[in-house]
C-alpha cells in the first residue's frame, strides 16, 4: 500500500503560507491536512471555507479536509466548492453518519469518517464499507503540538485487521503527536496516510523533513 504525507496547515506560518506550501509541493508532499474548527464540537477555532477557496489557488496538493464541527452536513457542499478533494467527518459530530457520507460522495469528493480517541472502532464499523478513509486521532482533537497516545495503536490496528478480513480498501489516516521518532511504529500498525503538524511546520528545513518522512515510507514500502 502506498504511504503518503499530510502535513496539517494548522502549524503553518500564516504570514507565509504560500510560500510554505511551495516548499511542500516541491518535496513531493501529495497531500494537505487542513483541520477546520468551530469551537464548539472542539474547544479551538481555527479556519473555514474563504481560507481553503484563497489557498487552493496556491496549491495542486490533494486537500484533506478534516472537520471538526458540528452539522458537518450543513457545510458538505462548500468546502467542496472551495475546493476539498477529501472530506473527513467525525462519527461524533452527526445523528446520521451515512447521510453525510452520501452528501460528501454526491459532492464528488471522497469521504472519510473520523473518530476521537475515546470512540470505539465499533462507531465506525457499519461504515466501512462505504469510505474512502478512516481518520485515527492519536490526540484530542483541537490543538496541533500534542503527544502521541500509545493507546490508541490497537485502534489502528484493530481496523487494518478488518480491512484485510473483509477485504475492503479504505485508507488509515492517523493525526496527533507524529514525528520521526514514531511514524514507524504508526505504519506497522496499518496506518498509510500520515498526518504531521508541528513536525514539518516545525521544522527549520521543511523540505528536508519531508524527504525524511518520505524515506522512511520508502523502506516500509519495500518491506
Ligand atoms: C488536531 C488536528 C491535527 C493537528 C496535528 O485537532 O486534527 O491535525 O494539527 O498536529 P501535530 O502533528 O502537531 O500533532
Ligand atoms: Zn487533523
Do not use: C, W
Request: glycine residues 8%; negative net charge.
Amino acid at each position: 500500500m502506498n504511504i503518503s504525507l499530510s502535513p496539517s496547515l494548522l502549524s503553518a506560518d500564516f504570514a507565509k503560507v504560500g510560500e510554505q506550501l511551495t516548499i511542500l509541493e516541491n518535496a513531493g508532499t501529495p497531500y494537505l491536512h487542513l483541520d477546520v474548527m468551530d469551537g464548539v464540537f472542539v474547544p479551538n477555532i481555527s479556519f473555514g471555507i474563504p481560507v481553503i477557496k484563497s489557498i487552493r489557488k496556491a496549491s495542486n496538493m490533494i486537500f484533506d479536509v478534516h472537520l471538526m464541527i458540528v452539522n458537518p452536513e450543513k457545510y458538505v457542499d462548500e468546502f467542496r466548492a472551495a475546493g476539498a478533494d477529501i472530506i473527513n467527518f467525525h462519527v461524533e459530530a452527526t445523528d446520521d453518519p451515512s447521510g453525510v457520507i452520501q452528501k460528501i460522495k454526491s459532492s464528488g469528493a471522497k469521504a472519510a469518517i473520523t473518530l476521537k480517541p475515546k470512540t470505539p472502532v465499533s462507531a465506525i464499523e457499519p461504515y466501512l464499507a462505504d469510505i474512502d478513509m478512516v481518520l485515527v486521532m492519536t490526540v484530542e482533537p483541537g490543538f496541533g503540538g500534542q503527544k502521541f497516545m500509545e493507546d490508541q495503536m490497537d485502534k489502528i490496528k484493530t481496523l487494518a485487521h478488518i480491512r484485510e478480513e473483509k477485504k475492503l480498501a479504505f485508507d488509515i489516516e492517523v493525526d496527533g503527536g507524529i514525528g520521526l521518532d514514531n511514524v514507524s511504529a504508526v505504519i506497522q500498525a496499518g496506518a498509510n496516510v500520515i498526518v504531521a503538524g508541528s513536525a514539518v511546520f516545525g521544522a527549520e528545513d521543511m523540505a528536508k523533513r519531508v524527504k525524511d518522512f518520505i524515506k522512511i515510507f520508502e523502506e516500509h514500502q519495500q518491506k
